[in-house]
């Protein structure tokens, strides 16, 4: 439907072919440090990219999608939630790929922090992924042309990196780093550019270590961040990268590297995206990775199914900010899902407009590539209800399917229902409000204290519950029962969760009671 290609991941893929023409192969690149945990705000970056290069897949494009580990950059501070602290503080100043890992299971630190990333997004659908190791390039030698050519454009670099910096860029300022051969850290100080032959000096300012370089066959050769950035987009041809609020200021660092790429590396500026932060519900702090504060993807999937990761990213414009929430509202995120998915289906009303945009955000939340949906919904199992259902059988979830078992009738129904009670449970058990838990029949019906008139409107509810009622009857019956006692509605709903759950409230009461069975809720009242 023509309504599908204005959702914002085509409207970017248009752009990119109208920018860099019909290519044979469009290259999408994002990255980076791994620094610490790659956490849900940054992961935005990678999805974003992603959800880009299916939009061009799905016009009959072929996509190279990069994603760079700065995995050559400097430790500069050790983050807080990682052990060993003083071990790593001891390591500061040398590559992250140098640290070892603190966890001991990895070759290294930045090693550890890449696999928990590349382990988890092929459960997202983020398949058609080409990992690149920036240390594996420096060491190898692979940009030392480029290095020489920023040694070379050196003053004109000064000029236009001074546009967009703050403070003045002194004329001992050099465009480069290094790691020195003798302590591995980069704090030096360089001297002494030879242009003919390509040599250049440098002093530790940790060490005392002196050497000279030679530019051409240096493998320790390392491009600070602003020139690091464009001379990879002529490097790899990038033709689409995203970058955060941090990036896309004015003169921030996609600023001062157009005319750095253009003009200094021969490349062309790619088409770019700002993307907006994500935060955990509650927190106001900007996530990262540095700082330990983040809340990583693994956690994420903890508590919503992978299409519905997708979705929350495909929903929202890359710029507009938005919340994970892990509270309460993970119920109300669970019911918008099914209802776009209901409407999606033609199940519930929409007009065409709307229904066409939720297909395409669908298609987006697909795990397979293709975007290919299902032809028949997919089984629901409400998650508030769910919820209440594996209480009622003390987190039982093959039990608790029985419940169920009429409404799976396939393999992805399975799926969908195996995902949504490990994560209903994990919720309940981790971030649910305490007033929204519950256990059945832990204390006997005699321990509650009741007025006579309570005792006569137990009596007359359980000759209710010996008639079968839908919860619409059912909760008629109760209201008029407790109106013909002559009770306050607010106590005697607060007695009938004592008796039954042993609070003063608990999941709405006539669904409850027919969802514990009406047998079950004789026994406890």
């Not at 880009?52 to 400097?74: C, E, P, Q």
């Not at 619409?472 to 106590?491: S, T």
């Amino acid at each position: 439907m023509e309504n599908q290609n204005n959702h914002w991941a085509d409207i970017i893929a248009r752009q990119i072919i109208a920018e860099k023409g019909d290519k044979d192969l469009y290259t999408l690149a994002s990255g980076i440090t791994p620094s610490g945990t790659i956490h849900i705000g940054k992961f935005r970056e990678i999805i974003t990219t992603e959800l880009v290069a299916r939009a061009l897949a799905h016009m009959g494009k072929n996509v190279r999608f990069i994603y760079s580990w700065d995995d050559y950059d400097t430790f500069r501070k050790v983050p807080a939630d990682m052990p060993q602290q003083e071990m790593l503080k001891e390591l500061l100043y040398q590559p992250i790929v140098d640290i070892p890992d603190v966890y001991g299971t990895e070759s290294s630190y930045a090693r550890h922090n890449e696999v928990s990333l590349e382990r988890v997004a092929p459960r997202v659908g983020v398949t058609s992924i080409e990992y690149i190791y920036q240390s594996n390039l420096y060491r190898a030698g692979k940009y030392n042309g480029m290095v020489i050519k920023t040694m070379d454009a050196q003053d004109r670099i000064r000029e236009i990196m001074q546009r967009f910096k703050s403070q003045e860029l002194t004329d001992d300022w050099y465009p480069i780093n290094t790691y020195c051969s003798q302590c591995n850290r980069d704090r030096v100080a360089f001297s002494n550019y030879d242009s003919e032959n390509k040599k250049l000096d440098y002093e530790c300012k940790l060490c005392g270590h002196k050497e000279t370089l030679d530019l051409r066959t240096s493998t320790r050769l390392k491009l600070p961040w602003r020139l690091d950035w464009p001379m990879r987009w002529a490097f790899e041809g990038v033709d689409f990268e995203p970058g955060g609020k941090d990036h896309s200021s004015a003169g921030g660092s996609f600023d001062s590297s157009k005319p750095l790429v253009t003009e200094i590396y021969g490349g062309g500026v790619p088409v770019y995206a700002q993307y907006a932060n994500v935060m955990p519900k509650g927190e106001t702090k900007k996530m990262s990775s540095s700082a330990g504060n983040g809340f990583s993807v693994e956690g994420v999937l903890e508590i919503y199914e992978p299409e519905m990761v997708r979705w929350f990213f495909a929903s929202y414009k890359p710029d507009v900010e938005f919340n994970f929430a892990f509270d309460i509202d993970v119920l109300r995120n669970y019911e918008n899902f099914d209802s776009m998915e209901r409407i999606v289906y033609g199940i519930d009303p929409a007009d065409e407009g709307k229904r066409a945009a939720y297909r395409r955000v669908y298609e987006l939340s697909q795990i397979d590539m293709d975007g290919k949906i299902p032809d028949e919904m997919p089984f629901q199992p409400g998650f508030r209800h769910l919820c209440n259902q594996l209480q009622i059988n003390d987190f039982d979830i093959a039990k608790t399917r029985e419940y169920y078992a009429a409404q799976i009738k396939n393999e992805r129904d399975e799926q969908r229902y195996m995902e949504r009670a490990t994560r209903a449970v994990h919720w309940i058990k981790n971030y649910a409000p305490e007033d929204f838990k519950f256990m059945l029949n832990v204390r006997r019906r005699d321990d509650v204290p009741m007025t006579d008139a309570q005792k006569a409107f137990i009596g007359g509810l359980r000759d209710v519950l010996k008639i079968e009622l839908g919860d619409r009857d059912l909760q008629d019956k109760i209201g008029a029962a407790i109106e013909q006692n002559g009770l306050d509605a607010m106590e005697t709903y607060k007695l009938l969760y004592q008796l039954l759950v042993s609070r003063d409230k608990g999941p709405k009461l006539a669904g409850f009671i027919n969802g514990i069975g009406r047998e079950r809720g004789l026994e406890l009242l």
